[in-house]
């Protein structure tokens, strides 16, 4: 009889270990990510209404054409890409694959998204400045 009592998980996968070039490199590519996420709204100066609200653009993507296949966050990194005009130019993977992605949208989906990635952004600005008062 088993010992896994119906659930059973693969052996452990080995530790790597990590030097300190690695974690240092590690550190600063999470310090990179941290700079575009916290700013994730810019805000152009306009007329009366105080300007137009814009996402921000991310990091460049990767250039892994099978892992971004398969990536469970290919729709919303496609319609970001293309909602800041950033899908990179041939031969990166993205060229193709955010065309793709978002082919079978329509406009008004587009904009649904950009309207409710800026509202949740701006809510979270909200938030953070210590809420409505």
Same mark, same amino acid.
């Given at each position: 009889?088993?010992?896994?009592?119906?659930?059973?998980?693969?052996?452990?996968?080995?530790?790597?270990?990590?030097?300190?070039? !690695?974690?240092? %490199?590690?550190? =600063? &590519?999470?310090?990179?990510?941290?700079?575009?996420?916290r700013?994730?709204?810019? $805000?152009?100066?306009g007329? !009366?209404g105080? %300007?137009?609200v =814009? &996402?921000?653009?991310?990091?460049?993507?990767?250039?892994?054409?099978?892992?971004? $296949?398969?990536?469970?966050?290919?729709?919303?990194?496609?319609?970001?890409?293309?909602l800041?005009?950033a899908?990179?130019?041939?031969?990166?993977?993205?060229?193709?694959?955010?065309?793709?992605a978002?082919?079978?949208?329509?406009?008004?989906?587009?904009d649904f998204?950009?309207k409710?990635s800026?509202?949740?952004t701006?809510?979270?600005?909200?938030w953070?400045?210590?809420?409505?008062r």
């Amino acid at each position: 009889m088993s010992s896994c009592n119906g659930v059973c998980f693969p052996p452990p996968f080995p530790q790597v270990k990590a030097g300190v070039h !690695e974690m240092r %490199g590690l550190v =600063q &590519l999470r310090n990179e990510l941290v700079t575009y996420l916290r700013e994730d709204v810019r $805000r152009e100066e306009g007329g !009366e209404g105080g %300007g137009e609200v =814009q &996402l921000c653009a991310l990091p460049d993507p990767l250039n892994l054409p099978r892992a971004c $296949r398969a990536c469970p966050h290919l729709l919303a990194c496609s319609l970001h890409q293309r909602l800041t005009s950033a899908v990179p130019g041939a031969p990166h993977a993205m060229a193709e694959l955010a065309p793709q992605a978002t082919e079978h949208l329509a406009g008004a989906h587009l904009d649904f998204y950009r309207k409710w990635s800026l509202a949740t952004t701006l809510e979270k600005e909200v938030w953070k400045d210590g809420g409505i008062r």
